[in-house]
Structure formats: C-alpha cells, structure tokens
C-alpha cells in the first residue's frame, strides 16, 4: 500500500526565513516523488519532482530512502510563496510497470509573512 | 484551450439526484484522471484513462460512479443518485504520456448534496 504523511497542516513563517515542508511515505517498491502546489485561486500544479533533480522557484526537495522521506526547503521564503503544498507519490502499478496512480498527502499549508 | 477546462465549477444536487460533470483535457494528451477531494484532505485517485479505455476503477467508491472517455478526448464522471458523503471537489487531470510524470489539473467542479 502507498501512504503519505503530512505532518503539518499549518506552517506559519516570516519572511526570509528557511522552511521546511516535511514529507514521508509508505511504499515497498521504488517510489517516485513529487510536490504539488495550489496558490489562492489558483488550480494544482506541479512544483517538482525528485528525479528531475531541479530547483524551481528556490525550492529543492531530497529524497532520503533511509528515513522514507522527501521534505521541501527553501533557504530564504518569500511572501509568493504562501500556497498548499502537498506531497505525492507514485509507484508501479500492475504487471506492466506503469506508475500513474498518485497518492497525496493531506497537504500543508505555508503561510509567509511579511 | 490552454488547459484542462471542467464544468460546471459549482454543482449543487439534491440527495438522491444524478449529477454529470464534465472534463476538456489538454489537446493530445493521452492519459486522463479523476481525483476526489474532500475538504481538508488530498485529492484521493477515482479513475484512470488512457485514451478512451478505462485501465483502472479501483478508487470509485461504489456503483453509483461511473466514467466514461468514449472518443479519447472529452471525459464525463457521473454520480447517481447523490448522497451527502459525495460532497466534494471533483478534480479532473490531464497528462501527455502513459505514466504520471506531471499531471495538468483543472480547477475542479465543487459538489455540493443537500
């Protein structure tokens, strides 16, 4: 079964300041990892994914096997920055190997404040 | 359009009526996906296509679901006979290949059962 673990709902930080989303996940297969974002009135989209390896928008996320977790940090956040974000995985499904399926987490969200 | 286009975006149903919600996914885009999501949760995984064949129902949470693609393109989630517990946003979303790599969402249709 896939599982993912948001264990914040609410994240409140100022300006500048470093934050860390925090993510772990429940999976015995090879999982792949993203972070979605929704932004006020605005629809999910994705922020990135772990095998891509970029920084988009300042954000970096590592995925850590060991400990079954991929948290989202950013050294410096910004007021645009305040959104839900939430984390997913997708894992292989079926004989095939397609990993379509994505499991989310119940989301945090980020308030930055001025 | 210029991406994934759901209507209506509000639905109100009294208990016990048949509701029809429809999805325009990006042009071309091969697979399509249903997500429910209630309030204060993540979208939860309803059903999945790849052009017009329905690979996997698993997450229809009963009969009274049902979705269909018949041309590949236009994909359309009924509800029959509505109960409270279906209220929700519905999330339709998109993507150009045969696994989940980035998903295109639309802005969803809220379901509302008096």
């Known amino acids: 079964a896939q599982r993912v673990t948001q264990p914040e709902k609410l994240l409140s930080v100022f300006k500048g300041a470093p934050v860390e989303l925090k993510c772990n996940y429940s999976?015995?297969?090879?999982?792949?990892l993203f972070w979605y974002v929704q932004y006020s009135r605005q629809r999910l989209q994705l922020l990135l994914r772990?095998?891509s390896r970029e920084s988009i928008k300042g954000f970096t996320a590592d995925l850590n096997k060991g400990e079954t977790s991929f948290h989202l940090k950013k050294p410096f956040a910004q007021e645009e920055d305040s959104a839900m974000y939430y984390c997913?995985?997708?894992?292989?499904?079926?004989?095939?190997?397609?990993?379509?399926?994505?499991?989310f987490g119940k989301g945090t969200l980020l308030t930055v404040n001025p | 359009g210029a991406g994934v286009s759901q209507s209506p975006r509000y639905k109100v149903a009294k208990r016990g009526q048949d509701v029809a919600l429809r999805c325009d996914p990006i042009?071309?885009?091969?697979?399509l996906f249903w997500y429910q999501q209630a309030l204060g949760q993540g979208p939860e995984f309803l059903t999945y296509?790849?052009?017009?064949?329905?690979?996997?129902k698993s997450g229809l949470p009963s009969d009274r679901f049902f979705a269909e693609r018949p041309e590949g393109s236009v994909s359309t989630l009924k509800i029959q006979r509505t109960q409270q517990e279906d209220s929700a946003v519905y999330l339709c979303?998109?993507?150009?290949?045969?696994?989940?790599?980035?998903?295109?969402f639309g802005s969803g249709t809220q379901l509302s059962v008096l």
């Open positions: 042009s071309g885009h091969v697979s």
């Open positions: 997913a995985l997708s894992g292989l499904v079926g004989s095939g190997g397609s990993n379509y399926k994505l499991t």
């Open positions: 296509f790849q052009n017009e064949a329905q690979l996997d």
């Open positions: 999976y015995s297969g090879s999982p792949e």
């Open positions: 772990h095998i």
């Open positions: 979303a998109s993507s150009p290949g045969t696994h989940g790599e980035k998903l295109f």
